[in-house]
């Protein structure tokens, strides 16, 4: 035998010298839960470990994550049910919470990377990622109000504007809005290529924001295509995004690394709270072990392609490193 791989692998030293993709705290972005009130610390019971936070605390946990070395955040809020319209108009009020509590933030912590989420679901009394009528989700109308809400927040002042409703056309014009208002510096990370999965569980438990009716297959993709997400992943580049996400991650790295092979524009995975309510549950039963599979999962969507990761596992992935 001229030819032993396991010679590479002999040793701690070896093995780290050439090892191909690395994973490091810098690479995850934390999605976090607000709620509106005080003193508000609220497990959401299908992912342990994860909060509905009022803004008092959240301040403190963002210092302890920052504290951690995690400095980049996606902020998603659960909004009250008798604040929902078929418009979402409370997305852009000025009172809204969420604004409130991004503009905080960022004069809490100026130095870290605040994402927020642009979609009319946590918003609507239909549930949906846009305006409903006559049991169909409407493209043209919805637009508008994405990009009303988009401003809202540039103004509020986040990094990054995360369109998440997968309506066509949704980031030129959330660009050319941005654009108008003099917000030239506010990126744009679209989720590209997100799918009809069954995977946002658990996150729509936490939101409150599962739709009322129907299901979000005429706007999300068919989870059984790849040759698509070259399509939306054309659109958005030509559209002025600055990042391309594709979501989830976990049950879709082909197309995470179609994406990276095809695109030279950042490319980013969401690892959803479904595939990380999995790990959660495993590990609670035993069957797996949550310091060993939790970092192995984050890396195969780093080996697959992804530049950074949004993900529930931050916090904790982070700790890991410092034990
Ligand atoms: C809503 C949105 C969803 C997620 C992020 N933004 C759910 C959905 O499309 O129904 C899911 C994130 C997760 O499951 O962790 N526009």
Same mark, same amino acid.
């Given at each position: 035998m001229f030819s032993r791989p396991r010679r590479n692998r002999k040793s701690a030293a070896i093995r780290n010298m050439i090892q191909e993709t690395h994973l490091g705290v810098e690479h995850l972005i934390y999605p976090l839960f607000l709620v509106d009130g005080k003193n508000i610390k609220d497990e959401v019971a299908s992912m342990p470990g994860n909060y509905r936070w009022s803004l008092d605390l959240l301040l403190k946990e963002i210092e302890e994550c920052v504290n951690l070395g995690v400095v980049s955040f996606d902020l998603f809020p659960a909004v009250d /049910? @008798?604040?929902?319209d078929k418009k979402a108009?409370? #997305?852009? @009020? *000025? /009172?809204?919470f969420y604004l409130h509590a991004i503009r905080k933030i960022k004069e809490t912590f100026p130095e870290i990377m605040l994402m927020s989420d642009v979609a009319m679901d946590p918003y609507s009394s239909d549930g949906h990622d846009g305006v409903v009528r006559d049991g169909k989700i409407l493209n043209d109308v919805t637009l508008p109000i994405l990009s009303r809400m988009a401003l809202a927040q540039a103004q509020a002042g986040v990094d990054i504007i995360g369109p998440? *409703?997968?309506?066509? =056309?949704r980031v030129a014009e959330i660009r050319q809005t941005l654009d108008e208002n003099n917000f030239e510096d506010v990126s744009i990370m679209s989720y590209t290529a997100k799918y009809a999965s069954a995977f946002y569980g658990p996150f729509r438990d936490a939101l409150?924001? @599962?739709?009322? #009716? =129907? *299901?979000k297959k005429t706007y999300q993709m068919n989870p @059984?295509?790849?040759?698509e997400a070259l399509i939306e992943a054309d659109l958005d580049q030509a559209e002025g995004a600055d990042m391309l996400m594709v979501k989830p991650a976990l049950a879709y790295l082909d197309v995470i690394h179609l994406l990276n092979e095809n695109y030279d524009l950042p490319i980013t995975a969401y690892n959803v709270s479904g595939e990380c309510a999995m790990l959660y549950a495993a590990a609670q039963n035993g069957w797996l072990d949550y310091n060993q599979a939790m970092p192995e999962m984050l890396l195969s969507m780093r080996r697959a392609g992804a530049s950074a990761i949004l993900t529930y596992f931050a916090k904790d992935f982070a700790k890991l490193l410092k034990a």
């Open positions: /049910e @008798a604040l929902k108009s409370y #997305s852009y @009020a *000025d /009172e809204n998440s *409703d997968m309506m066509d =056309g409150d924001s @599962a739709p009322k #009716s =129907g *299901d @059984a295509n790849k040759r």
